[in-house]
């Protein structure tokens, strides 16, 4: 365990004093320049990410083992055409299925759009926030194992006080990418809304109330259940704010579970606090708890983290894991190498 502290605390110090002498904004950059002019158009817009993972542990949990992972391998295109129609298509290559979204969608104005096809559900602001710009490598354990993630399906959204309400509201599958079809009669259906205010170039708040109801059958919940069926209902609030180089957020997601009469109410939240130590340097701390209510092991942990950002397209992530129901040799090491654009 002293080797593995003595790594994460040399890596640290070396990356953080790195950047912590450099120009403290961005300088020029001629190539991502030329890629945006080339491949940022109106119509046809061309993005991809690359996510190299690293993951050590002094006692590793049975049937994992440490080393190095690709992430994410993902191409997107996008575009705006004609007459507020448009498309999003992004494909994931490191695993299967490979479409992650396929969206065709229709803009009326600012107070009104229609989505139609594979994309998120509008549930839990750390889901929705996409993966190259989360705060930690993964997302806390209750939105991992409790947001009703990717579905096919309809949505309308828009803002009913132009930047300071929005909405979301759908209707999905519930089942996933499945198959590519419903695997029952019965819908999910989600909404959320956010409420924005003090938005400014040193400070914003942002706060997200969500819910989400539908009747499975045999869907699989990470970390919770691998063949739920019954009636599923989700609730969650979550809130973000940035003050100067100070940021807070936080999120609480609860679920009802009723299958035959009975029912398990799994739960979990995460309390995060960051400072950007300069342009390039972020540092992080976070609490994350999840609570199963039976159906899957019960977690507590503090997560340390670093975020620092060579370029406006690359990233480096280090993460400390240390979970507070077990021994610090079960702490855990992640590193995230990415580009993204």
Same mark, same amino acid.
């Not at 969608?105 to 929705?128: C, R, T």
């Not at 198959?179 to 997200?208: I, M």
């Not at 979550?238 to 936080?250: E, I, N, P, Q, Y």
């Given at each position: 365990?002293?080797?593995?502290?003595?790594?994460?605390?040399?890596?640290?110090?070396?990356?953080?004093?790195?950047?912590?002498?450099?120009?403290?904004?961005?300088?020029d950059?001629?190539i991502?320049?030329?890629?945006?002019?080339?491949?940022?158009?109106?119509?046809?817009?061309?993005?991809?990410?690359?996510?190299?993972?690293?993951?050590?542990?002094p006692?590793? $949990?049975?049937?994992?083992? @440490? %080393?190095? /992972?690709?992430?994410n391998?993902?191409?997107?295109? *996008? +575009?705006? !055409?004609?007459?507020?129609?448009?498309?999003?298509?992004?494909?994931?290559?490191?695993?299967?299925?490979?479409?992650?979204?396929?969206?065709?969608?229709?803009?009326?104005?600012?107070?009104?759009?229609?989505?139609?096809?594979?994309?998120?559900?509008?549930?839990?602001?750390e889901?929705?926030?996409?993966?190259?710009?989360?705060?930690?490598?993964n997302?806390?354990?209750?939105?991992?194992?409790?947001?009703p993630?990717?579905?096919?399906?309809?949505?309308?959204?828009?803002w009913?006080?132009?930047?300071?309400?929005?909405?979301?509201?759908?209707?999905? $599958?519930?089942?996933?990418? @499945? %198959?590519? /079809?419903?695997?029952?009669?019965?819908?999910?259906? *989600? +909404?959320? !809304?956010?409420?924005?205010?003090?938005?400014?170039?040193?400070?914003?708040?942002?706060?997200?109330?969500?819910?989400?109801?539908?009747e499975?059958?045999?869907?699989?919940?990470?970390?919770?259940?691998?063949?739920?069926s019954?009636?599923?209902?989700?609730?969650g609030?979550?809130?973000?704010?940035?003050?100067d180089?100070?940021?807070?957020?936080?999120?609480?997601?609860?679920?009802?579970?009723?299958?035959?009469?009975?029912?398990?109410n799994?739960?979990?939240y995460?309390?995060?606090?960051?400072?950007?130590?300069?342009?390039?340097?972020?540092?992080?701390?976070?609490?994350?708890?999840?609570?199963?209510?039976?159906?899957?092991?019960?977690?507590?942990?503090?997560?340390?983290?670093?975020?620092?950002?060579?370029?406006?397209?690359?990233?480096?992530?280090?993460?400390?894991?240390?979970?507070?129901?077990?021994?610090?040799?079960?702490?855990?090491?992640?590193?995230?190498?990415?580009?993204?654009?």
């Amino acid at each position: 365990m002293r080797r593995y502290a003595t790594t994460v605390i040399t890596l640290t110090l070396l990356l953080i004093g790195s950047y912590s002498v450099k120009a403290q904004t961005f300088g020029d950059e001629p190539i991502y320049d030329k890629l945006k002019s080339d491949f940022q158009k109106e119509y046809l817009r061309i993005g991809s990410l690359i996510q190299f993972v690293g993951d050590f542990q002094p006692e590793r $949990n049975l049937g994992r083992s @440490n %080393g190095f /992972s690709i992430a994410n391998l993902r191409l997107k295109v *996008s +575009g705006d !055409l004609d007459s507020g129609f448009g498309y999003v298509v992004q494909t994931k290559f490191d695993r299967s299925p490979a479409i992650l979204d396929a969206i065709a969608y229709w803009k009326h104005s600012e107070g009104f759009q229609i989505d139609a096809g594979l994309f998120k559900s509008p549930f839990s602001g750390e889901f929705l926030t996409g993966a190259a710009a989360i705060d930690f490598v993964n997302r806390s354990r209750a939105v991992s194992s409790l947001a009703p993630n990717r579905q096919i399906g309809v949505q309308i959204s828009g803002w009913l006080k132009p930047d300071v309400v929005h909405y979301a509201a759908g209707a999905f $599958n519930g089942n996933g990418y @499945n %198959g590519n /079809s419903n695997d029952n009669n019965h819908f999910l259906y *989600s +909404g959320r !809304l956010e409420f924005h205010a003090g938005s400014s170039e040193t400070s914003d708040l942002v706060v997200g109330v969500n819910g989400a109801i539908s009747e499975d059958d045999n869907i699989s919940l990470s970390g919770v259940a691998n063949n739920f069926s019954g009636t599923r209902t989700l609730a969650g609030v979550d809130a973000r704010t940035t003050v100067d180089d100070l940021m807070l957020s936080g999120e609480f997601i609860y679920s009802k579970l009723e299958n035959n009469g009975n029912e398990t109410n799994p739960y979990g939240y995460h309390l995060t606090a960051g400072y950007m130590a300069g342009a390039k340097t972020q540092l992080l701390v976070r609490w994350d708890q999840f609570d199963a209510d039976g159906m899957g092991p019960d977690t507590e942990s503090i997560i340390a983290g670093l975020n620092i950002w060579p370029t406006q397209v690359s990233e480096i992530q280090l993460n400390y894991i240390l979970p507070t129901d077990k021994d610090i040799e079960f702490s855990q090491i992640l590193i995230n190498f990415q580009i993204g654009f």
